[in-house]
């Protein structure tokens, strides 16, 4: 039998650029996935936003990479991932609103983000078309953007390949095997495999995997649904965020409510249920889009001719807090955590993939212990992020 340092269990957002990261630093690196090919599970869900614009350091600092890594594959290996960095933009409509966005800003220049609070003009120039009704301004970073998730797990896939990384796909993990409470292996419903280290990725699966190992991990997903037009001319470049509550009682409420033009010239759109979805339901509903037509046409009059192609659903592994769940956990020897990574795990991943790389050599940072001690499992999950 052969013997892998790392098993990842999941070809998602996260355990693919992990499966890269390992194999790339020298680790005989496996990836086990129930379903046939990568991405096929929530990372091809993910509408591509990608930021570093959050307010907890952690998250700042692993998507910072994350963003390097995304704006420099093309020219580092080849392959158009459609990244486009076109910014964030978090626009105000309250003064509440307006000043939760301020109040972050020096937090957030202060862990390296570029970020600066703009007025109402400079929102209509970088969102032309915008409903000026009552805005105040916003937040704009533009380092963040975003990219094709599919087009990026694929080529992240190809690359963790030629540095010999092995997947097998259509293999489900059913146990996890210890001797004196370290692992040597796991089984699957084909195999089983021998390895000192397994990475739980498995996305809104992950608590499934947690109880091999009797832990408890407080991942429950979430449904959330997204949807595209057909492609128009391009005419903005951030993502924009509206974080106003929308009361809608035929259609549902919702909170969050964001979109971005991708590359294709297509627009591309999601929101928040409110309250929270809970289950892994993934058949898109009926209620969605005269629910989120609304708010499109409300924030942006002019989209009121457009068509939408398709709209789909999908999960967020959601925490209590909004944080990933990482690293690893006491008394589970060989066990490692890249889970819980609720709206946020295609721009995760990357940075995650490499820290759980150093993780497992033991070639941790300074700034690694700080990230993994803010996303330990034994955490305190009671402080919410304010843009979770
Ligand atoms: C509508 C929508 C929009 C979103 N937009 C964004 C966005 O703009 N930006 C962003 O960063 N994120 C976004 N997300 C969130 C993002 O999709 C998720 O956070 C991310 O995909 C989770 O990554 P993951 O690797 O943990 O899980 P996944 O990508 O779902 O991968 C987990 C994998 O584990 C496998 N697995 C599970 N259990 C087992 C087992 N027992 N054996 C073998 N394999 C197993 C699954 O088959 C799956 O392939 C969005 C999500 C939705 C639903």
């Known amino acids: 039998m ?9 070809a998602g957002s996260v355990g693919v650029p992990t ?3 390992c194999a790339s630093d020298g680790l005989n690196t496996l990836v086990i996935d129930s379903l046939p090919s990568v991405s096929q599970a929530d990372n091809k869900h993910a509408i591509g936003g990608i930021r570093a ?19 420099n594959w093309e020219q580092n290996f080849g392959d158009d991932i459609w990244w486009s960095q076109g910014g964030y933009c978090f626009v105000a409509y309250s003064k509440e609103h307006q000043k939760m966005l301020k109040s972050n800003i020096e937090l957030q220049k202060s862990y390296g983000l570029d970020i600066n609070y703009i007025n109402k003009e400079d929102i209509r120039s970088l969102i032309p078309g915008i ?28 690359q963790s390949k030629n540095f010999q990384a092995e997947y097998r796909f259509n293999e489900t993990v059913t146990g996890i095997i210890t ?29 499934i995997i947690g109880k091999m190992m009797n832990i408890d991990l407080p991942v429950i997903p979430e449904s959330h649904e997204a949807g595209i ?20 009682e035929v259609f549902g409420n919702s909170s969050n409510y964001y979109f971005y033009q991708n590359k294709e010239g297509k627009i591309i759109f999601c929101l928040t249920p409110q309250p929270s979805i809970i289950g892994t339901d993934r058949r898109e509903t009926s209620s969605f889009l005269p ?3 609304k708010r499109m046409i409300s924030l942006m009059p002019r989209l009121k001719n457009i068509k939408i192609r398709r709209t789909w659903r999908g ?59 803010d996303f330990s499992f034994t955490r305190d999950y009671n402080k919410e992020e304010d843009l979770k």
Request: hydrophobic share 35%.
């Open 53 to 71: 614009t959050h307010t907890q350091k952690g998250k700042i600092w692993l998507c910072q990479r994350s963003i390097e890594i995304f704006k």
């Open 179 to 207: 001797k004196n409470g370290i692992i040597t292996g796991l089984k699957t419903n084909k195999n089983k495999y021998n390895t000192t280290h397994i990475v739980n990725a498995a996305g809104g699966y992950a608590n």
């Open 19 to 21: 499966a890269l990261a």
């Open 229 to 248: 037009t057909e492609p128009v001319k391009k005419f903005f470049n951030p993502m924009v965020v509206d974080i106003r509550p929308a009361k809608d």
């Open 131 to 158: 409903n000026e009704d009552n805005l105040l301004g916003g937040t704009y970073s533009p380092e963040d953007g975003n990219a094709s998730p599919l087009l990026s797990l694929h080529a992240f896939y190809r």
């Open 291 to 293: 629910q989120i037509t």
């Open 2 to 10: 052969v013997d892998y340092d790392v098993i990842i269990i999941g």
């Open 315 to 373: 999960l967020y592994p959601m925490t209590p807090d909004g944080n990933p769940i990482l690293g690893r956990v006491e008394g589970a020897n060989g066990y490692i955590n890249a889970v819980g990574m609720s709206g946020q795990g295609f721009m995760l991943g990357p940075g995650i993939g490499e820290l759980m790389s150093r993780l497992i050599r033991t070639k941790l940072t300074l700034k690694d212990k700080e990230i993994l001690k």
